[in-house]
């Protein structure tokens, strides 16, 4: 504060009290001089002198409720604000303050306006409306590392914590059941996650709706396909087991002198009589006559 302004605020606060202490001398002169002159008059004196300390109770009696009145009034006022209320307008502040409040107040108006969205979406959150409403981008792609790795299970001890070729690298503990020669998908998948996942750390620019549901798909298919393929192995090494301890065991042999029975007898012509013809059957020897 300048000392012009401290002067002003000076003779702004003294004013007051310089008034009061004239209006209270000239109010006690009065009232000694009138009070002198009634006690002077003899045949009046009493009246007079009680006509003048009534008229000064009364006086004092009104001046006490009309200020009692105006401190009411203005506890009222006060109550009937608002809390957050606070004095803008010229009739609170002095007028320069006022328009240096509401001009500053109409920058932050236009600055709070233009910062606002206007096409519903804001780079790097979801839209509103859709599945990925008041979802920062950013912040769930770098939440899914956690995931990744409780799926992958990679080994840090030769990489640094931030590092992401371990995940991808972890990706051969799990190898497909028929290998036809071309790369592996799932290592495909990791390696298109980690680039996303770098441009999330580091890049300037927000990630955008694309990214985040890539990376969604791209955690639900590595998830299925490494439950996949390891109940594949589970399976082919619960099938191997009983196979490999049949082989260890020794084989069992029959023994070689146990053949059928050998039957010895007169064969016999079976045959089927057809016309009293039995067919298949010799015929009979005729004896001729001599």
């Known amino acids: ?45 009493r009246w007079n002198v009680f006509a003048l300390v009534a008229a000064y109770v009364a006086f004092l009696i009104v001046s006490v409720m009309h200020v ?28 320069r303050v006022s328009d240096l409040i509401q001009t500053e107040y109409s920058r932050t108006s236009v600055i709070a306006h233009l910062a606002q969205a206007t096409t519903g979406q804001q ?31 990679p080994d840090y001890s030769h990489a640094p914590p931030t590092s992401l070729q371990p995940l991808i690298d972890a990706t ?12 592996d998908p799932l290592r495909l998948f990791v390696a298109s996650y980690a680039k996303i996942l770098e441009r999330a750390r580091y890049a300037a620019k927000e990630p955008t709706e694309g990214d985040a549901e890539a990376v969604h798909s791209v955690v639900g ?3 299925g396909m490494v439950d996949l393929r390891t109940a594949k192995r589970d399976a082919a090494a619960a099938r191997a087991a009983p196979s490999s301890a049949t082989s260890s065991a020794q084989p069992s042999r029959e023994p070689s002198g146990s053949h059928a029975p050998h039957h010895r007898g007169r064969s016999r012509t079976l045959g089927v009589s057809f016309g009293g013809v039995e067919l298949g059957a010799k015929p009979p020897l005729h004896q001729s006559s001599w």
């Open 123 to 153: 780079e790097g959150w979801g839209r509103p409306g859709t599945k990925w409403a008041d979802v920062h981008f950013r912040t769930y792609i770098l939440g899914t590392l956690d995931e990744m790795r409780n799926i992958l299970h």
């Open 68 to 95: 009692w009145s105006r401190v009411f009034s203005v506890k009222k006022v006060l109550r009937s604000m608002p809390k957050p209320y606070m004095p803008t307008k010229n009739v609170d502040v002095p007028r």
């Open 221 to 223: 298919l590595v998830r």
């Open 1 to 45: 504060m300048s000392a012009r302004h401290r002067f002003q605020s000076f003779l702004y606060h003294t004013s007051f009290t310089f008034f009061i202490l004239i209006l209270s001398a000239l109010m006690v002169g009065s009232a000694w001089g009138l009070g002198e002159q009634a006690w002077r008059t003899d045949h009046q004196r």
């Open 172 to 183: 051969a503990n799990f190898p497909p059941s028929e290998p036809d020669g071309k790369p």
